[in-house]
Nanobody
């Protein structure tokens, strides 16, 4: 079992930046692929970014590509999501998730992830 705790969300003006963090418990974090998803009110949860267990592979949704960077520090059991040039449409609750059975291709759908954090709110004002 892995527990994930997100932090770093908040209120920011359009064009600003935020760095989200997700701290994981347990000693198996380095074996898991990790992902970030977001969910806006009335919308389905959508993929944002993912990173392989080693950090060698990353993948981004088109909506954030070029504006965001996912990274991880396995020594600290933490994955990060740097969000730049934020837009009002980035407003959502952001969740991190862990895939405990990576198959070599980072997962991009919620059903492929086994553990979830409670989420952190990101609000971008225009």
């Amino acid at each position: 079992q892995v527990q994930l705790v997100e932090s770093g969300g908040g209120l920011v003006q359009a064009g600003g930046s935020l760095r989200l963090s997700c701290a994981a418990s347990g000693r198996t974090f380095s074996r898991y692929d990790m992902g970030w998803f977001r969910q806006a009110p009335g919308k389905e949860r959508e993929f944002v970014a993912a990173i392989s267990w080693s950090g060698a592979t990353t993948y981004y949704a088109d909506s954030v590509k070029g504006r965001s960077t996912i990274s991880r520090d396995n020594a600290k059991n933490t994955v990060y999501l740097q969000l730049n040039s934020l837009k009002p449409e980035d407003t959502a609750v952001y969740y991190c998730a862990a895939d405990r059975r990576p198959i070599g291709v980072v997962a991009t759908t919620p059903a492929e992830y086994d553990y979830w954090g409670q989420g952190t709110q990101v609000t971008v004002s225009s």
